[in-house]
């Protein structure tokens, strides 16, 4: 697992812990020591700490023009046992909403277990964002079989045309506009 690094391609554009709006503004990291984990197996160290013992994330961009940000998500998802979504909602995404974010897009593909519990803050982050959206990329099946089954899909759109293998090769805004006029031709 200490192997699975963020994608670090797009820091000639962007790097939270550079940005004094961003929630992991001067963070220091190490790449020589690893030290956090996830049920005891070492994670590489430049996986930001949401507050989550199983969930760790990655702010790859900003846009405070556009409104945006681009997070990946590491480990498991666990809103049952430890209120995950509640720590990125409390620790990440208000102080981001709050800088005027309201489009997210999620990169899911190195989460590898969801287990829910209930919406509320699912559906207090979708009321945040009013006129934006939050979409989910590359999330396993798995795991979007669970959000189904918690109705999370009522708040975060994924799947489907979603589901874009080659995001790394886009730059930032590109992606932003690809997955905004995806979202735009669901909503009509």
Known sequence: MQEIEPFYNWEKY???????????????????????????????????????????????????????????????????????IMHLKRNVVDQMTAQGINKFILIGENVFNFHGSDDCYYEEWFEDVEDGWIAALNFRYFVTDEWKKYMIDSYINYGGTLDIEAWRTYSPVLLFKTVDELIIRRLN
């Open 14 to 84: 962007y790097i939270a812990s550079q940005d004094p709006k961003s929630p992991f503004f001067e963070v220091e990291y190490s790449i020589t020591e690893y030290t956090n984990s996830i049920y005891g197996y070492y994670i590489h160290p430049l996986w930001d700490f949401i507050g989550s013992e199983t969930l760790w994330a990655k702010i790859l961009y900003v846009d405070y023009q556009l409104n945006f940000a681009v997070i990946a998500f590491f480990g498991e998802w666990n809103d049952a046992l430890h209120n995950d």
